[in-house]
């Protein structure tokens, strides 16, 4: 009898496995979901456009058997914008890191938020570098040691939602992967979403975040803190920043309309707002 | 005419126009069929920008400007692959910042052009100092296919001559532009549209299952369809094998990177171009690019007045070195005189190809000024002097 498989294994790129993942990596796991929301939302394959820069989130496209590109830190956006708006057919989504969003590419970030470029960005937040080895990110939590933290980051970490929606993001949520329908769910809501929409997913990398910041390498119990620092748009409702501080809130923050970017110029006669 | 596609009378203004550098090279893309574009603002290249903006949405494509350089060279990659001739044009610092871009471009075989007008350290004043940047500024192995125009009509004629190579060998093709020829206004004659050559990428004509996206000849490239037409193709920088995989393997990255280097190096007839002007009989040789080539000229002309045999090789194409031509006048001329706007870089090059047989003299200064004809001569002669 031949072994049982995976119903979703037909969307991975042919010969690209075993993927490069650790075990527990949170970047292999919304690969997952990514192919389950593509699945249930029937996406055309052979319209999607995968965009990764550089790091362990970024390879995510590089399994996914669609047109991709790879490879560049942190413009990610950049490629988007270029492949976007030669064809606008295309369905273009984005698999950053943290590192990659919005470190290096903080700038693409913000500007593509402003514009509404209509894109899909899954950002995999693992709240570290992870395939540099573990150094400090703009989305490390305060006081955590990494390794280029050994005695405990003095920063405040980004809070990536706040600062998308603050630009102008027109589809801004936040979810783990501890809860992997609530993900899949806002995945299909991102990708149907015509305009920017961004997803944030806090994963777990337990190979470096895990045992540099909370003592443990073991991937359950990364998830699990995770878990245990994450809570609803609803629970945090009337709670003060105090209280909030180093938590992860999960939900959508905006889910709006405004006319989408086609360019860098408006064209003769067209009205603002006409778009 | 189809729906959508522009009319050859908007891309290509025939006829005879006294035209700005910047806009010549702008005519130049469109009449290649550029349709994307995206830009930077920086000094003396903005009206490259601003040109494309008024003109693209004539003849239905896009302009876009970013955030900074980097935005724009990746825009452009990424349009490339999505099936756009693209072009993006800046300055020597904003050149900088696109050399990561370039080596993108070099390393997945992404046909685009890249406008750098030369300028004098955040000063607007004419330099050649590139040169060497050019050809050496992304990072990893590779040739690169640098072409230096020396007028308006030929920021026109080798813009058009960049998107046909870079189409045709999927590479990037640098147009090195300088502040004197991106500002000056000259004649420029645009011909008709079906006497421009326009060359367009190869595109697969096998079903997907039949074609592997970076198979190819060990000196040539592989077709190359567009996003979204099915070929579902991973376009990475990092060391990847014929199908596109990217799992590390010391002979399969050997492989590609001989292949990509090859591919421009085989094909030396067809990307070198140079121009011979008073060199039949030749024993003194000038060796010029860009802008230099015009004080050289006269130079060569005041020398021929004066009963010298000198002559003036002019390479439009300074990357790969015209080594053929300029090795030829070295066992041809007993000097050559290498002149150029900057501390003497490419002059390293000429003493190279030229291995000894003749004596090379440089004349090289990098104040700002185009050379003077009459400081050219004064070198010729004094290179004489003690004859």
Request: one cysteine or more.
């Amino acid at each position: 009898m031949s072994e049982p498989k995976n119903p979703l294994r037909k969307y991975l790129r042919p010969g690209s496995l075993p993927h490069f993942f650790c075990s527990g990596c949170g970047a292999a796991q919304v690969l997952n979901l990514f192919t389950q929301a593509a699945d249930e939302l029937q996406l055309d394959w052979d319209r999607l456009l995968g965009i990764g820069g550089v790091g362990c989130a970024a390879r995510i496209p590089v399994y996914l058997d669609i047109d991709a590109m790879h490879g560049i830190h942190g413009r990610t956006l950049a490629w988007a914008t270029g492949a976007k708006l030669a064809n606008p057919e295309l369905k273009v989504v984005i698999f950053a890191g943290d590192g990659d969003a919005a470190a290096i590419g903080g700038n693409h970030l913000i500007q593509a938020a402003r514009r509404n470029l209509d894109v899909t960005m899954i950002v995999v937040n693992n709240l570290t570098f992870g395939m540099t080895g573990g150094q400090v990110a703009p989305t490390t939590p305060q006081r955590s040691r990494s390794t280029t933290t050994p005695y405990g980051n003095p920063e405040e970490p980004f809070d990536l939602c706040r600062l998308v929606a603050a630009a102008g993001g027109t589809f801004v949520a936040r979810t783990n992967t501890y809860r992997p329908r609530a993900a899949v769910s806002l995945l299909k809501k991102a990708l149907q979403h015509e305009g920017f929409a961004f997803v944030e997913i806090v994963t777990p990398c337990p190979t470096y975040f895990g045992r540099k910041a909370i003592g443990s390498g073991d991937p359950v119990r990364v998830l699990q803190w995770i878990e245990d620092h994450s809570l609803t748009l609803k629970q945090a409702e009337g709670q003060d920043a105090e209280h909030l501080a180093g938590k992860f809130v999960l939900g959508t923050f905006v889910d709006t309309r405004k006319p989408v970017y086609r360019g860098g110029s408006l064209i003769p006669a067209q009205e603002v707002g006409d778009a | 005419m189809t729906t959508g596609t522009p009319s050859a009378s908007r891309r290509v203004r025939t006829g005879t126009h006294f035209m700005l550098g910047n806009h010549a090279v702008v005519e130049g893309a469109l009449a290649a069929g550029c349709s994307f574009f995206a830009g930077y603002p920086i000094t003396p290249a903005n009206e490259i920008s601003e040109h494309m903006a008024a003109r693209m949405p004539e003849v239905g494509g896009t302009f876009l400007q970013g955030e900074d350089e980097l935005f724009s060279v990746y825009a452009v990659t990424a349009a490339s692959l999505a099936g756009a001739k693209a072009m993006t044009a800046t300055a020597s610092a904003g050149y900088n910042y696109m050399q990561e871009g370039i080596e993108y471009a070099v390393s997945a075989e992404v046909p685009c052009v890249i406008v750098d007008v030369q300028r004098c350290r955040g000063e607007n004043y004419a330099t050649q100092a590139d040169i060497m940047q050019a050809r050496w500024g992304a990072a990893g192995d590779h040739e690169m296919v640098v072409l230096a125009p020396s007028s308006v009509q030929e920021l026109f004629d080798e813009t058009i001559r960049a998107f046909n190579l870079a189409e045709k060998y999927r590479i990037p093709v640098i147009v090195l532009s300088e502040t004197t020829i991106a500002l000056m206004r000259e004649n420029l004659v645009i011909p008709e549209p079906d006497q421009i050559e326009i060359v367009q990428r190869a595109r697969p004509t096998q079903p997907r299952d039949q074609f592997v996206p970076f198979a190819a000849p060990p000196d040539g490239c592989p077709p190359l369809p567009a996003f979204g037409e099915g070929y579902r193709i991973l376009h990475s920088i990092n060391p990847h094998d014929e199908r596109g995989g990217i799992r590390w393997n010391p002979d399969v990255f050997d492989r590609l990177y001989q292949r990509i280097t090859r591919k421009v190096l085989a094909h030396y007839e067809d990307i070198v171009k140079t121009e011979a002007f008073y060199l039949d009989d030749a024993e003194l040789g000038l060796v010029a690019y860009g802008s230099e080539t015009r004080p050289a000229l006269e130079a060569v002309e005041q020398a021929r007045a004066r009963g010298l045999r000198a002559g003036l090789l002019k390479l439009k194409t300074v990357w790969p070195v015209p080594e053929r031509e300029i090795g030829a006048l070295a066992a041809q001329c007993r000097v050559l005189f290498a002149v150029e706007m900057n501390i003497g870089k490419y002059a390293g090059e000429i003493e190279r190809v030229a291995g000894g047989r003749c004596e090379v003299v440089r004349v090289t200064k990098n104040r700002g000024l185009v050379h003077a004809p009459g400081e050219i001569l004064a070198a010729i002669e004094k290179s004489l002097g003690g004859r």
